[in-house]
């Protein structure tokens, strides 16, 4: 008994009666809610497995995996995520209003529950952006008039997807053009946060000269601050983030590829749509680290 519960040995048995163990438990997950939706079988899935995977293998090979394949990861469950059509919407509120007692499956979250308090989401954006892909005669158009009978311009204003080259300003609208409304909901809501995860760490990475369990740290800060949720600051935290860590990468590189490459990035993100405050109190904290960055590389720049 103590040579099986040993990690490394009998690996290949454990992992069969963890995926076992994995199924059932899932299953009873799914079943014992007050509303069953399969959809929730794989989500329960994949939280059982990684934490069963703790008792089977070392720990640091785990995390070492994930640190390793991060990219990778992160675009399976973004595409998967895509592929099903999940958002973080709390669009089911209208269930309130429209035939409240109707209890069907359909109409319930996946996982948690829908919040009115996020009215600017659920009675504002989400309606502005899924009222883009109704009209067949004019998808996406850059002045439409589903939304209050009147034609009105829906791109900086409204800020909703549309069929004009400005889309590339914001690009996590595209999946709305590539995917339609459910899928491209899906596409702008995840898309964003896993973005936000992966340029937070690499910013972390940075700052904190690659310790990795601090950068964690600082990017679960990062992510769900109350600061970064609100309203668009998200896209402001991701652009301005990467910004800063390609420009590192600009300096310490010398292959001159790298370097076109980071800076028609830059140049490409460099636009600006909408200036008030609190963006711009960002813009000078990214300019401050900015500055840091480029003395500590100045160094190793050859010629500027």
């Known amino acids: 008994m103590k040579e099986f519960i040993k990690k490394g040995k009998y690996t290949k048995q454990k992992l069969i009666m963890a995926i076992i163990l994995t199924i059932l438990v899932s299953m009873a997950l799914v079943i014992l809610k007050p509303v069953k939706i399969w959809d929730r079988f794989p989500i329960f899935s994949i939280i059982i497995m990684f934490v069963l995977l703790h008792f089977i293998l070392p720990i640091k090979q785990i995390y070492e995996f994930i640190y390793k394949k991060r990219y990778l990861l992160a675009l399976i469950v973004f595409a998967y995520i895509v592929i099903m059509g999940y958002s973080g919407s709390s669009i089911g509120c209208y269930n309130t209003a429209f035939q409240p007692s109707d209890n069907n499956k359909n109409y319930s979250p996946i996982l948690g529950i829908a919040r009115p308090i996020r009215s ?35 791109f900086s204003v409204a800020s909703s997807p549309v069929t004009d080259i400005l889309v590339l300003s914001k690009p996590f609208f595209i999946g709305f053009l590539l995917f339609g409304a459910e899928h491209g909901q899906a596409f702008l809501w995840y898309g964003k946060v896993i973005a936000l995860m992966l340029v937070s760490f690499e ?102």
């Open 203 to 304: 910013l972390c990475m940075l700052i904190t000269n690659k310790k990795k369990l601090v950068s964690l740290l600082g990017m679960i800060l990062i992510v769900f601050s109350a600061a970064t949720q609100w309203w668009n600051i998200t896209d402001y935290v991701i652009w301005g983030g990467l910004a800063l860590v390609l420009f590192d990468k600009f300096m310490i590189t010398d292959k001159y590829s790298i370097k076109w490459l980071c800076a028609i990035r830059n140049i490409y993100k460099c636009n600006i749509i909408c200036i008030y405050t609190l963006p711009s109190m960002a813009a000078n904290l990214w300019l401050r680290i900015c500055t840091n960055f480029y003395m500590d590389n100045l160094e190793k720049q050859k010629s500027i």
């Open 120 to 154: 600017d989401e659920w009675n504002v954006n989400t309606p502005i952006a899924v009222s883009q892909a109704v009209d067949e005669n004019n998808k996406f158009g850059y002045f439409n008039d589903n939304l209050r009978g009147t034609l009105t311009e829906m």
